[in-house]
């Protein structure tokens, strides 16, 4: 007979009984608490197809320390099932009132002369801190670790469990760059972790490492440009690895962290990678996933792919980013990146994936506090509104405040400018209000946004922090897909055929004037700053591929769409959203979600650029265009009603902000207006200030601006 036994509330015993088992067995089982039999009455409540639900209430809450078990006695047999686990208890508001930790001391504590470990683990019964050797000295191979180290070093250490369930240790010596795990014990199931707030580790997260923060590289360098609102930041996302992997980028540390600062890289007298990032203007660059996860091993970067959205660590960066992974360039590569980006004035934002891990029953914090980090339904089955298999439990007590704590080490360490978060409507409103709170007393203008779609997950509905409730999260922003599939088009490849307004679709002008206005002006969006005006990005087809699918256009007609496009997104209040390449017309072959597809598909090649040029040039005066004119960044809702007018002529929009008149024409057709008195051309395929009065000819496909 096999039986699991889990306590699930502080009076909730249940057990499951597996098949094939006679019911009647139940009259034989008694219950113990430690080593006393206590009253117990049993009753199935759930039945499957290989076992039986059992449950049972417990005469009073029960004790951290107390061991349950059933045991089964007959006048023939009788023997002991195993201890019964702690689960669904941790889940409860009870446990997070009784042991939540508030400090700010968890992980290492390092001093030349000693080193202080914290580890919060209340539901172990006995936590050892174990001293593998120093990092240099070890080695992975096969997933195992190696030591080759001659000092001496393997040593364990009892940790002294304290107040809320903290086990700490302190062990003297100088203890820079020893690797280190804990071993936990829970009622005689023996597991190793790796510690959640440790700075770095070693390859494939083996195992943690204890660094001096002193040796930490010096955040020199401030942005000169002022970013006085979300509005004023144009960001342009890209992946590492794909920015600088093809060997037309002529980056030495081709798709890695070091990689993405070299200089003077070009080809045909054109820039590429970091010199081309510099020369488009753009105020934000949004790293995709940086932070250590769980696609593949370290050492494999250049035979497997993938985006990183499967997270591992959230405390350390991905190590096959770096061209040479040591403990200390887990921290000084990216410091390294955002000191060198500051310093040509640009501004740095991490894509961040908190609503789910990669692999579920090898994250640390799981392995620490097991069933404390994940949402169930229906007890025994992970919820997964990620479709990625799990999703973290944002709402706890503990994991809100490590999300919190990560996002405050990412400003205080890496001195960056700004989180973009997947999947953000997994993450419940508080934890995004509190990291708001936390990282702008730091930094006023950092930027917060996310994906803020509505989830298909067990946390209930008033508590996510999806799009519709952007008015209970005044400092976040959002992807706005209505500005996406309206301008493009819908992106499901079951839609795909589908054309938006900047494709030429004019019968959908009415929802193109509320996008223009930032989506504040229909109580969709509290505020301008909330509304991320986007039509790619790293999901789905490109906005060539989408356009080369569902429209039969030649060369010409694909450049003036996507510019028109661009300038669409560019004069739009809000915040303007760029993947990288969609301003050179990047196509990844039609492919739909390219996560794991490979470098083929990937990688940036830059003879694109090149070949595309006359786009990316427009595209770098429509940021200057931005830029210099303040009536594209209006800083409030209040503004936008008093500044902006629209009047329709024939199929062409007007639209006025203030002295300002923007002609967008979606047709292909090309459109003639009398002008009232003298106009200045600002604007057509580049800045300028050409006089210009009587009949004004707007040509198919585009926007032009006019100052009076």
Same mark, same amino acid.
């Given at each position: 007979?096999?039986?699991? =036994?889990?306590?699930?509330?502080?009076?909730?015993?249940?057990?499951?009984?597996?098949?094939?088992?006679?019911?009647? !067995?139940?009259?034989?089982?008694? /219950?113990?608490?430690?080593?006393?039999?206590?009253?117990?009455?049993?009753?199935?409540?759930?039945?499957? %197809?290989?076992?039986y639900m059992v449950k049972t209430t417990l005469p009073r809450p029960c004790k951290y320390g107390e061991v349950y078990r059933l045991m089964y006695k007959s006048q023939s047999e009788q023997h002991y099932f195993p201890a019964a686990k702690w689960r669904h208890i941790v889940a409860t508001e009870q446990f997070d009132r009784m042991f939540a930790y508030q400090g700010d001391d968890l992980g290492p504590q390092y001093t030349k002369t000693s080193t @202080?470990?914290?580890?919060?683990?209340?539901?172990?019964?006995?936590? %050892?801190?174990?001293?593998?050797g120093r990092a240099e000295q070890l080695q992975l191979k096969s997933g195992k670790l190696l030591s080759k180290n001659t000092d001496g070093h393997d040593d364990f250490y009892i940790m002294e469990r304290g107040n809320k369930g903290v086990y700490t240790v302190t062990v003297q010596g100088d203890l820079d760059l020893m690797a280190y795990v804990y071993e936990l014990n829970f009622n005689g199931e023996h597991t190793t972790a790796i510690d959640p707030?440790?700075?770095?580790?070693?390859?494939?997260?083996?195992?943690?490492?204890?660094?001096?923060?002193?040796?930490?590289? &010096? #955040?020199?360098?401030?942005?000169?440009?002022?970013?006085?609102?979300?509005?004023?930041?144009?960001?342009?996302?890209?992946?590492?690895?794909?920015?600088?992997?093809?060997?037309?980028?002529?980056? &030495?540390?081709?798709?890695?962290?070091?990689?993405?600062?070299?200089?003077? @890289?070009?080809?045909?007298?054109?820039?590429?990678?970091?010199?081309?990032? +510099?020369?488009?203007?753009?105020?934000?660059?949004?790293?995709?996933?940086?932070?250590?996860?769980?696609?593949?091993?370290?050492?494999?970067?250049?035979?497997?792919?993938?985006?990183?959205?499967?997270?591992?660590?959230?405390?350390?960066?991905?190590?096959?980013?770096?061209?040479?992974?040591?403990?200390?360039?887990?921290?000084?590569?990216?410091?390294?990146?955002?000191?060198?980006?500051?310093? &040509?004035?640009?501004?740095?934002?991490?894509?961040v994936v908190f609503n789910h891990v990669g692999h579920a029953d090898d994250y640390a914090w799981e392995k620490l506090v097991p069933y404390y980090n994940y949402r169930y339904f229906d007890e025994e089955y992970l919820s997964n509104g990620s479709f990625c298999g799990n999703e973290l439990r944002s709402e706890a007590k503990m994991l809100r405040k490590y999300i919190v704590d990560m996002c405050v080490r990412y400003v205080k360490i890496f001195d960056?400018?700004?989180?973009?978060?997947?999947?953000?409507?997994? *993450?419940?409103?508080?934890?995004?209000?509190?990291?708001?709170?936390?990282?702008?007393?730091?930094?006023?203008?950092?930027?917060?946004?996310? $994906?803020?779609?509505?989830?298909?997950?067990?946390?209930?509905?008033?508590?996510?922090?999806?799009?519709?409730?952007?008015?209970?999260?005044?400092?976040?922003?959002?992807?706005?897909?209505?500005?996406?599939?309206?301008?493009?088009?819908?992106?499901?490849?079951?839609?795909?055929?589908?054309?938006?307004?900047?494709?030429?679709?004019?019968?959908?002008?009415?929802? =193109?004037?509320?996008?223009?206005?930032?989506? +504040?002006?229909?109580?969709?969006?509290?505020?301008?700053?909330?509304?991320? #005006?986007?039509?790619? +990005?790293?999901?789905?087809? @490109?906005?060539?591929?989408?356009?080369?699918? !569902?429209?039969?256009?030649?060369?010409?007609?694909?450049?003036?769409?996507?510019?028109? +496009?661009?300038?669409?997104?560019?004069?739009?209040?809000?915040?303007?959203?760029?993947? !990288?390449?969609?301003?050179?017309?990047?196509?990844?072959?039609?492919?739909?979600?390219?996560?794991?597809?490979?470098?083929?598909?990937?990688?940036?090649?830059?003879?694109?650029?090149?070949?595309?040029?006359?786009?990316?040039?427009?595209?770098?005066? *429509?940021?200057?265009?931005?830029?210099?004119?303040?009536?594209?960044?209006?800083?409030?809702?209040?503004?936008?009603?008093?500044? !902006? &007018?629209?009047?329709?002529?024939?199929?062409?929009?007007?639209?006025?902000?203030?002295?300002?008149?923007?002609?967008?024409?979606?047709?292909?057709?090309?459109?003639?207006?009398?002008?009232?008195?003298?106009?200045?051309?600002?604007?057509?395929?580049? /800045?300028?200030?050409?006089?210009?009065?009587?009949?004004?000819?707007?040509?198919?496909? @585009?926007?032009?601006?006019?100052? $009076?």
């Open positions: 007979m096999r039986i699991e =036994a889990y306590i699930d509330d502080y009076t909730l015993l249940q057990f499951k009984i597996f098949k094939p088992v006679d019911v009647g !067995c139940l009259s034989y089982l008694h /219950l113990y608490r430690d080593n006393s039999e206590i009253a117990a009455t049993f009753q199935i409540v759930k039945e499957s %197809s290989d076992a @202080t470990f914290k580890v919060w683990a209340p539901t172990a019964n006995q936590v %050892s801190l174990h001293i593998l707030y440790s700075y770095s580790c070693l390859a494939d997260a083996s195992a943690s490492v204890v660094l001096n923060p002193a040796k930490f590289l &010096h #955040n020199i360098y401030r942005p000169q440009s002022k970013i006085a609102n979300y509005q004023d930041a144009v960001i342009y996302e890209l992946s590492v690895r794909d920015f600088t992997m093809d060997p037309t980028s002529q980056v &030495h540390d081709r798709g890695k962290l070091s990689g993405m600062i070299e200089s003077n @890289t070009g080809i045909y007298g054109r820039e590429t990678a970091f010199a081309y990032l +510099c020369s488009l203007g753009v105020t934000h660059v949004q790293l995709m996933p940086v932070l250590d996860f769980d696609s593949y091993k370290e050492a494999d970067y250049y035979t497997s792919y993938n985006w990183g959205y499967d997270p591992k660590q959230y405390n350390v960066v991905e190590g096959s980013y770096l061209a040479k992974d040591t403990p200390y360039a887990r921290v000084n590569d990216l410091r390294r990146l955002v000191n060198v980006y500051h310093q &040509h004035d640009l501004r740095v934002n991490l894509d960056i400018d700004g989180l973009r978060f997947d999947l953000m409507g997994l *993450l419940d409103i508080t934890t995004m209000n509190e990291i708001a709170f936390m990282v702008k007393k730091i930094k006023p203008d950092f930027m917060l946004y996310g $994906e803020g779609w509505n989830m298909p997950t067990v946390l209930p509905d008033d508590k996510k922090a999806m799009m519709y409730h952007n008015y209970k999260m005044p400092e976040i922003g959002f992807f706005n897909d209505c500005y996406r599939d309206t301008i493009k088009g819908k992106t499901s490849l079951d839609q795909i055929m589908d054309i938006g307004y900047g494709l030429g679709d004019v019968s959908k002008v009415q929802l =193109a004037k509320d996008l223009l206005l930032g989506s +504040c002006m229909n109580g969709k969006l509290r505020s301008l700053s909330q509304s991320v #005006n986007y039509i790619e +990005c790293h999901d789905n087809m @490109t906005f060539y591929d989408k356009m080369v699918r !569902c429209e039969n256009l030649d060369t010409f007609w694909r450049k003036q769409r996507t510019k028109f +496009c661009l300038a669409l997104i560019m004069i739009s209040q809000g915040v303007p959203f760029i993947h !990288c390449g969609q301003e050179f017309m990047r196509s990844k072959g039609g492919a739909d979600n390219t996560y794991n597809a490979g470098d083929k598909v990937n990688a940036i090649n830059w003879y694109d650029a090149i070949k595309n040029y006359d786009v990316v040039n427009y595209f770098k005066e *429509l940021v200057k265009l931005r830029r210099r004119y303040k009536e594209f960044r209006l800083p409030s809702n209040t503004a936008v009603a008093r500044s !902006c &007018h629209f009047t329709e002529y024939y199929d062409i929009l007007l639209y006025q902000i203030n002295d300002l008149l923007i002609f967008i024409n979606p047709t292909c057709y090309e459109y003639k207006y009398q002008l009232p008195g003298e106009r200045h051309l600002i604007f057509a395929d580049k /800045l300028q200030d050409v006089p210009v009065k009587g009949e004004l000819k707007i040509p198919p496909a @585009t926007v032009l601006v006019l100052q $009076e």
